[in-house]
């Protein structure tokens, strides 16, 4: 099965050894998409809490949808951890719009190996 898939990519003009490019989808099967801001800061466990943020991956404008995010928190006690998962559903806003609730628990790191929860709600 195809969907057609409309966007653009960006290539950063570095002069360096790296460059990136960056995948901007604007249609998925016809329906234009979008995207979700999300940030917070993690449970308090092992003597220290991280802050994340990131943006979760397109999905289809107008249908039932969720999406997929993946991050990393900030360095704290010498190590970062990895955040990803899925939203659920879109809740909408009496205005117009929506958000995801959005909840999980971190990949295992640090000297003392352990994990943080982290909740939070997307930006509408």
């Not at 460059?19 to 092992?46: C, E, K, M, N, Y």
């Not at 955040?83 to 990949?107: C, D, K, L, M, Q």
């Amino acid at each position: 099965m195809e969907i057609p898939i409309s966007g653009f990519m960006y290539h950063s003009d570095d002069s360096g050894t790296h460059h990136s490019h960056q995948l901007f989808i604007t249609s998925w099967d016809g329906r234009p998409v979008h995207v979700h801001q999300i940030s917070g800061i993690t449970s308090f466990d092992a003597g220290h809490d991280h802050h994340y943020a990131g943006t979760t991956e397109p999905a289809p404008t107008g249908v039932p949808h969720t999406h997929r995010y993946f991050t990393f928190t900030t360095v704290n006690d010498g190590h970062n951890h990895r955040i990803s998962g899925v939203t659920g559903p879109a809740i909408p806003i009496p205005n117009g719009g929506h958000y995801h609730e959005f909840r999980g628990v971190t990949s295992v790191n640090g000297v003392h190996p352990h994990t943080h929860r982290y909740s939070g709600r997307t930006s509408p």
